[in-house]
């Protein structure tokens, strides 16, 4: 399991919110369903609003990776509700299926507030990115898309990581305009084996 950690979030409230998801997803296969999480088991701090993605892996290949930038719900329940989705509600992929648990790694991000970065044009950006590997989300008009930091261990140049994430929003991979607007934000992960708490 291995674990990143910030001001405000421990290990151990990040091990929770692992647990939550691998619970969210156990519940799938159950004849009960999912149960929500007892917010009377957690914290004041994972009880907060949070914004938050679950990104699941098999074999090392994506299998699923659903989140929300903005937060609204108690982080506990976000965290549940994205692992379920990130298993069973990507469109990008088939469901999650009980074969591939064995196999199965899930990673929680916990994502800062979003904060807009004031770029005149895309080369600024692209300097700023060449020494802040952060989390980017790209909006222009009715056009948006998100990489979590994670992003840059596949992309490490940062031409690389906005061409994708342009293409990702479905624009051109040169696509820049005025009305284009950049905010960034970090996150708070942990990543760990389906089976590891069992």
Request: aromatic residues 8%; charged residues 20%; glycine residues 6%.
């Amino acid at each position: 399991m291995s674990v990143t950690l910030s001001q405000n979030l421990n290990k151990g409230e990040l091990t929770q919110l692992l647990d939550i998801a691998r619970e969210a997803i156990r519940g799938h296969f159950s004849e009960e369903g999912p149960k929500s999480p007892q917010l009377d088991l957690y914290g004041k701090k994972l009880l907060e609003p949070g914004a938050c993605f679950v990104t699941l892996t098999v074999h090392g290949e994506l299998q699923g990776c659903l989140g929300s930038i903005n937060a609204h719900t108690p982080l506990v329940l976000e965290v549940h509700n994205k692992a379920i989705a990130s298993a069973y509600q990507d469109r990008r992929f088939m469901p999650l299926t009980e074969e591939q648990l064995d196999h199965l790694m899930i990673e929680v991000s916990v994502l800062s507030e979003p904060a807009v970065l004031e770029v005149r044009s895309e080369q600024e950006l692209l300097d700023y990115l060449s020494n802040n590997k952060v989390g980017v989300i790209l909006s222009d008009n009715y056009g948006q898309a998100l990489f979590l930091p994670q992003v840059w261990e596949q992309l490490p140049k940062p031409h690389d990581f906005i061409r994708h994430l342009k293409i990702k929003a479905g624009w051109k991979p040169d696509h820049w305009s005025s009305s284009m607007t950049v905010k960034t934000f970090t996150v708070t992960s942990i990543e760990g084996k389906y089976f590891e708490a069992i």
